[in-house]
């Protein structure tokens, strides 16, 4: 038998990840520097221009984060696809002024994100 306990915890909001680092005693300096990279966000984003999807992807990648995109994107053969962001709080927040300097409507969804997620 294990001497560990273990448990997965969901964690809503950046106030929900400061009372779990509050709780497992870190400073709160630490607890500032990491609360936004326990809340992870799956964003689902429809219809964007298959030459944004791709730039779109590449950012995220950069950041740490991922985006699925439609095979369609590798060979620009469709004009749209949906996007599924997968990141953390801080994440979106490294991605967010990136795309805000991309063309073919990067700029806002930036704004939108920034908006949806509240950063």
């Known amino acids: 038998m294990s001497e560990y306990f ?12 400061e009372k779990i680092l509050l709780d497992v005693d870190c ?8 609360a936004e990279k326990a809340v992870f966000r799956v964003v689902r984003i429809y219809k964007v221009k298959t030459k944004a999807a791709n ?11 991922d985006a699925a995109v439609s095979r369609y994107c590798a060979d620009l053969s469709k004009d749209y696809t949906d996007v ?18 991309q063309p073919w409507g990067l ?8 908006t949806l997620l509240a950063l």
Request: positive net charge; without cysteine.
């Open 27 to 34: 400073t709160k300096e630490g607890t500032a520097m990491m």
């Open 55 to 65: 730039i779109l992807k590449q950012t995220m990648l950069s950041k740490g984060g």
């Open 84 to 101: 599924v962001l997968m990141a953390t709080l801080k994440q979106y927040r490294a991605a967010i002024p990136v795309l805000l300097a």
């Open 107 to 114: 700029k806002q969804i930036a704004n939108e994100l920034k």
């Open 6 to 17: 273990m448990k997965i915890i969901k964690i809503n909001d950046k106030k929900d990840a």
